[in-house]
């Protein structure tokens, strides 16, 4: 296309061709402009090259009434066969909430080729126009505008019509969207008191009738009452998003929301372009602009994957706020009662342990001795739960989007930033001590229980529970200088996907009300009385999150080592406390002459590295999804990464253990 010169362009303009040749030639002449002189810079001062093009253009039309003729006719007969409904009511509205159908939709425009031949203007639009024409249509000057709307038809064509129509149809989707019981059971009742979705339809048709009437008085006093409906159906969908923090959110209603705001945009957009004569122009390169904005957006795999990643985030990361509270220590007593708490996951950890060498003993199959070790792994954790214990390596991703909600929270007053990033960062370090009393009171038990459950069965039975091949495969495996740290960090992403999965269930099982179907549901009180559903519903709302965080860690932990072998990916799971446990057993099996041997050390040296791993993979993802949940730009979190650095290299021991008015 790139070669036609201009002579041989307007020559080629045929009113009478037929509909895919004539939208080709307004495809071609689009690719002429954007091919302008090359020796002229388009900077920011200099006049961009397609607009010298389109003044040629003009130039050249009025000099030659007979291409200005043909030129206009065929600009007419674009006008009378296209359908442009669908590309000013349409375009950029998905039909469904659908990520998969969506992200098809997008590589399908990416991957398959358009056609001329169709009168969607919408589809059409993407042949014609490129999101780099948004920079130089945006710098074309009044003059130019003015000579390039002359060539379009005149007085009262269709075009009015037409925007008319796509008033109607969007203020009718709005209405339709308003209706929709997702959305108006979660509007506030005070934003519908006047019932703006029941009048907007009738409203853009008195709109409509004033418009075609021509009454002054009539088109202002209609066009103000539909802008006033508008904005009223705007604040009523922005009350949506209060009730989905408090009961859960949902993907497909944030979509719904998004859309009804974006076709609000809309028809105050083609509201200001009927209501404009004198800027007419203006209007509709702002039109063709929103157009490009539009499809620049809904082009893009990246933009939609990015968002609705942190739509996810929401769902996922925003549930742990409140609980992760509980994990962060502030006080003396909090931090012993930390202690105490973390003692009993260490304990249960030890009996944990024990059983997984028990399974392993049996030799079944790698599926089901990866599956009976998750359930093993599953029960105890849930046990730890239940017994107001802890495991340190389950804080950090529980834990991180309560500090993220902080850092929201210290957004609201920029007037004290360096003071509020300071204050995060006494967060933290509370946080990171905390976990560092969770990893110390679960080694304190774990450790000594099970040498001592070795040394028990040595002393009663001759022979410990964990035999002498079993302990040297431990010294073997565990050593920190081999993939240890590798399966550490992967264990890491694991306790991150288990505060995954455990944000999504909590979210899922508020957003669906089952604590109040548990509480009142009609067969359940017949059966169970009410003072014990009351109890359920309390006790599974209290409870959810931790049950699936627990359970789904336990079967991550057992079950996708045993799943990637067999795609020969050999990753193994590496547990702070299950290994201070697999050492102590390694220790009561080969008794006292192990500590001389060096692998012992080394496996010995292994065990913090895997902790600090554990701890920092976890918090470092969760932390990042609870952020994106947030919304929060990258140079404030590069600011934050700053801040924390700077304390650990002034007080790096304030991270490792508590200042004194703690510990006294």
């Given amino acids: 296309m790139s070669t036609w010169d201009l002579t041989a362009l307007l020559n080629a303009a045929d009113p009478a061709a037929p509909l895919p040749e004539r939208h080709l030639w307004i495809v071609r002449g689009l690719e002429w402009l954007r091919h302008g002189h090359t020796e002229l810079a388009d900077t920011a001062e200099a006049t961009p090259a397609p607009v010298l093009r389109l003044r040629q253009m003009c130039q050249v039309l009025e000099r030659h009434p007979e291409h200005r003729e043909r030129v206009q006719g065929l600009l007419a007969a674009f006008l009378r066969d296209i359908d442009a409904v669908t590309l000013l009511a349409d375009f950029g509205f998905a039909p469904r909430a659908s990520f998969a159908s969506e992200l098809m939709r997008r590589l399908r425009a990416k991957a398959m080729p358009g056609t001329p031949d169709t009168r969607n203007l919408a589809e059409l639009f993407d042949l014609i126009f490129r999101v780099s024409d948004e920079r130089w249509i945006a710098r074309i000057d009044d003059l130019t505008l003015r000579r390039l709307a002359a060539l379009w038809p005149s007085g009262p064509t269709p075009w009015s019509r037409t925007v008319l129509d796509a008033v109607n149809v969007l203020c009718s989707a709005v209405q339709a969207a308003g209706f929709s019981a997702p959305l108006r059971l ?38 103000t009452f539909l802008r006033a409906l508008l904005a009223e159906c705007r604040a009523a969908a922005d009350t949506v998003p209060d009730h989905l923090e408090e009961f859960g959110v949902s993907l497909h209603i944030v979509f719904d929301v998004d859309q009804l705001r974006l076709r609000c945009d809309r028809i105050e957009l083609l509201m200001n372009h009927l209501l404009a004569p004198d800027a007419a122009e203006q209007e509709t390169r702002r039109l063709v602009l929103d157009g490009i904005a539009t499809m620049r957006a809904n082009g893009s795999v990246r933009a939609l994957v990015l968002d609705q990643s942190r739509q996810l985030s929401r769902q996922v990361a925003e549930r742990h706020a409140d609980a992760g509270e509980h994990y962060i220590t502030r006080t003396r007593a909090e931090y012993r009662q930390m202690l105490r708490a973390a003692c009993g996951g260490g304990a249960v950890i030890a009996g944990t342990t024990l059983a997984k060498f028990a399974i392993a003993a049996i030799g079944l199959t790698a599926f089901w001795g990866g ?12 046990l730890v739960m239940l017994l107001h214990g802890t495991v340190a390596t389950k804080q950090p991703a529980m834990t991180a989007p309560a500090m993220a909600a902080k850092l929201a929270e210290l957004r609201r007053r920029p007037e004290a930033a360096a003071a509020t990033i300071e204050s995060f960062v006494d967060e933290v370090v509370h946080l990171i001590r905390s976990q560092m009393a969770g990893i110390v009171g679960n080694l304190a038990l ?45 264990t890491g992403i694991l306790l991150f996907a288990s505060a995954l999965i455990a944000g999504w269930v909590e979210n899922w099982f508020v957003f669906h009300r089952l604590d109040s179907a548990l509480r009142w549901n009609p067969w359940l ?16 709302r209290q409870h959810i999150s931790g049950i699936a965080a627990n359970v789904s860690l336990g079967m991550l932990l057992g079950l996708v080592p045993a799943l990637l ?64 949940a947030r919304n929060i730009p990258f140079g404030e979190r590069a600011e934050i990464y700053r801040a924390i650095l700077a304390r650990l290299r002034r007080e790096p021991l304030s991270f490792l253990r508590p200042p004194r008015a703690l510990v006294a």
Avoid at 193 to 204: D, H, I
Avoid at 452 to 460: E, G, M, S
Wanted: glycine letters at 6%; a positive charge.
């Fill in 446 to 490: 774990c450790f000594p229980l099970v040498l001592a459950a070795q040394l028990a069965a040595r002393a009663l039975w001759g022979e410990p529970l964990v035999g002498v091949e079993k302990a040297e495969d431990v010294l073997q495996t565990l050593q920190l200088a081999g993939p240890t740290p590798l399966y550490a960090a992967f």
């Fill in 525 to 540: 009180l017949s059966v169970a009385g009410t003072s014990r559903t009351q109890r359920w519903s309390l006790w599974w």
């Fill in 186 to 223: 979660r509007m506030s009742r005070a934003a519908l008191v006047r019932e703006p979705f029941r009048q907007l339809s009738s409203a853009a048709e008195d709109f409509r009738r004033a418009y075609e009437s021509g009454a002054p008085t009539a088109i202002a006093q209609s066009a």
């Fill in 565 to 628: 072998q067999f795609v020969s990916v050999p990753l193994e799971v590496r547990h702070v406390t299950l290994a201070s446990g697999q050492l102590a057993a390694a220790l009561g099996a080969l008794g006292t002459e192990a500590l001389l041997r060096p692998d012992f050390w080394w496996c010995a040296a292994a065990v913090p590295v895997i902790g600090l791993l554990n701890l920092s993979v976890s918090f470092v993802l969760a932390f990042r999804v609870a952020l994106r």
């Fill in 371 to 382: 599956f009976w070790a998750g359930v093993n792994y599953a029960a105890s954790f849930v």
